[in-house]
């Protein structure tokens, strides 16, 4: 596959359409797609759980029934994947001959009312080509999504770079940036919930900025970031009980460097744009390699469990058999070594 060296990204900063409502936002996604890539971006990112949005409220202990009736709506405000909403966005996508990349709260055909916070990386011939769910659902987001699994710890070839993307605080977890920055990663896609801004006093805006610009520092890569923001005049109509919905933003475009080249850009909705070159990437390698002459994976390497996760694993007779068969050819095979050796070793003697 040919590679694109230059392109144009653009890391979305908009609020979903609230009270949840998928349609509407599925909407929005592809007029943002629409939109950015007739400003001539190649690859459009959008922020965490964007569809149908990040869940920042919690349970209510003296009125419990209430969560579970706007979590039951948010549940059928969410998304399959692949799914008539990920292939509406790519006839978009397609359309437009760009990649999109969007959080979403993903559900299950299967298993009703299991969620993931998932990263879906839509190609430019309208296809998922991938997607991530996140491993570790971060403080409150437990109450909302289960655990993922590595099976979408993968980066993608595609022809604007190899491409990949973690989730919100996955930044702060150096093993799982690692997973994607010893793939070879060239474009990492950043998607962030936004967050009130002061906690206990303290700005919540420098995590975002460190986390991602050490991810571009560590992978040598660019980094898109996405994350939202909610203006006060949609949160003030967000009733959903003890929440917080005052999102600050924080998106931009970071170079293999560190450097901001677009953005950040926050308490405003917006698309940042940045221009992408990858031949930038071997100039900061020249510097720092970390999959290179400044790695030593013959001393620390890594091993990842792609298998997807089941409740339920089925072991056949057949399975019980051809283990029972690998099992007796082995014993078989270490008794002759036994007795060549005996052999051997009384010669020696003799």
């Not at 474009?187 to 991810?215: E, F, L, Y």
């Amino acid at each position: 596959m040919k590679t694109m060296r230059q392109f144009t990204a653009a890391a979305v900063q908009v609020s979903p359409i609230l009270p949840f409502n998928k349609e509407k936002t599925v909407d929005l996604v592809c007029e943002i797609v629409s939109e950015a890539a007739d400003k001539g971006a190649k690859l459009i990112v959008f922020p965490e759980c964007f569809i149908p949005s990040f869940p920042n409220w919690t349970l209510d202990l003296n009125d419990s029934s209430a969560w579970e009736l706007h979590l039951r709506d948010f549940t059928y405000n969410s998304i399959l994947v692949p799914g008539p909403e990920t292939d509406k966005i790519g006839r978009v996508a397609k359309e437009k001959g760009v990649y999109v990349v969007v959080g979403v709260n993903e559900i299950e055909e299967k298993y009703v009312g299991v969620l993931y916070n998932s990263l879906v990386f839509i190609g430019p011939e309208g296809n998922v080509i991938g997607k991530h769910r996140k491993l570790f659902p971060t403080m409150r987001e437990k109450l909302f999504h289960a655990r993922g699994d590595a099976s979408g710890l993968n980066v993608y070839d595609t022809e604007i770079g190899r491409l990949g993307g973690l989730i919100c605080y996955e930044h702060l977890q150096p093993l799982l940036k690692y997973s994607l920055i010893g793939q070879g990663e060239q474009i990492h896609c950043a998607a962030w919930p936004g967050w009130p801004d002061v906690v206990n006093g303290r700005t919540n805006k420098h995590v975002i900025d460190a986390a991602s610009r050490t991810m571009a520092l560590e992978g040598q890569s660019f980094v898109i970031v996405s994350s939202m923001y909610i203006p006060q005049s949609v949160s003030q109509n967000i009733d959903l009980g003890n929440s917080n919905w005052s999102f600050f933003g924080g998106s931009g475009i970071i170079n293999p460097a560190g450097e901001y080249i677009g953005g950040p850009l926050y308490d405003q909705e917006g698309i940042v744009y940045g221009e992408i070159d990858l031949d930038l990437i071997p100039l900061r390698k020249a510097t720092i390699d970390t999959t290179g002459r400044d790695s030593a994976w013959e001393t620390i390497s890594m091993n990842i469990n792609h298998v997807e996760r089941s409740p339920i694993k089925r072991t056949s007779d057949s399975t019980n058999k051809e283990l029972i068969d690998k099992i007796e050819a082995l014993e078989s095979k270490l008794q002759d070594f036994e007795k060549r050796s005996a052999a051997e070793k009384q010669e020696i003697l003799v």
